[in-house]
């Protein structure tokens, strides 16, 4: 029982960095309706910045809010220069750009920082939580940031005129359109708030999985089987499915004969394609309906 509650609060631990990739993704999708497959670099990225604002002797906290900022206003930027002029471009167009938007992040934070690993700091220690060792104060605060996060982003989104504006643009853009709403910014503004929060989930799980240029594959693919099992027109959704995922994927990889760390990636994928077989909506996601 034990081991049991072990791998599901540690399940709940990663959870919350595939929810926060998951809910990036889904901001994205929502505004632009194609998935970001760059999303995981552009967290690499801010999270070599926040490291390296450190080394030049920033304070953890400090660093991580420029960090924020400067994600922020670089998903805005990213969007402008790069996927505002391909906005009415065939779908294959879209994903060519954030295929080269991977490559060319990838690539750029190796030559600036090199491919060798890096030690990422906590600021929450690696002790026993509440001196129980079933939980580390680093994965409890990895769950309190996310919970923290998401209750702002819920109240920004619920009782703001930006975020208001923000959900109508992304719901119904020629009805908010009418109204007086830049929909154009607000897409923009959605790209820096999907940056800013990948940013968040980087930040956290560079110390568990140490910090280089490739650090957040496997996690961007968490993230998509978070995003397409809660619904990818759900930010709720999106939520749940990563602490579902994050779940899933200790248990599995403690209880199914034969899965170890090698496998549970695999089963992400499965994940993936067995909810859109069976449920292409997701659990919380709305089925879109066309007239034609």
Avoid at 210 to 239: H, R
Wanted: hydrophobic share 60%.
């Amino acid at each position: 029982m034990e081991l049991f509650t072990n791998q599901v609060l540690a399940g709940i631990a990663t959870g919350a960095i595939y929810a926060c990739m998951a809910l990036a993704v889904v901001m994205i999708y929502q505004a632009i309706d194609h998935l970001n497959f760059a999303q995981g670099e552009m967290a690499m990225f801010s999270t070599f910045i926040s490291w390296q604002l450190m080394q030049w002797g920033v304070p953890y906290w400090w660093s991580f809010v420029l960090t924020l900022a400067i994600s922020f206003a670089g998903g805005i930027i990213i969007e402008r220069l790069l996927f505002k002029p391909l906005a009415k471009a065939p779908v294959l167009t879209n994903v060519a750009g954030f295929i080269a938007l991977f490559a060319i992040v990838n690539s750029v934070a190796g030559l600036i920082w090199d491919f060798t690993i890096k030690q990422y700091p906590t600021p929450f220690g690696s002790a026993p939580f509440l001196g129980s060792q079933l939980i580390s104060t680093h994965q409890a605060g990895m769950v309190g940031v996310t919970l923290l996060m998401l209750v702002g982003l819920y109240i920004f989104f619920q009782f703001t005129r930006i975020g208001l504006a923000m959900r109508a643009a992304a719901a119904l853009p020629e009805s908010a359109r009418l109204v007086g709403v830049n929909t154009s910014w607000m897409i923009a503004l959605g790209w820096g708030m999907a940056s800013a929060i990948g940013a968040v989930a980087g930040i956290l799980i560079a110390p568990v999985v140490f910090l280089e240029p490739n650090m957040m594959g496997g996690v961007l693919v968490y993230g998509f089987a978070a995003a397409v099992l809660g619904g990818l027109t759900s930010p709720l959704g999106a939520v749940v499915g990563g602490f579902l995922v994050g779940v899933f994927e200790n248990l599995a990889g403690t209880y199914i004969p034969g899965v170890g760390n090698e496998l549970k990636l695999p089963i992400a994928l499965a994940l993936i394609i067995t909810v859109l077989v069976f449920k292409p909506a997701g659990l919380f996601g709305r089925a879109i309906v066309k007239r034609v």
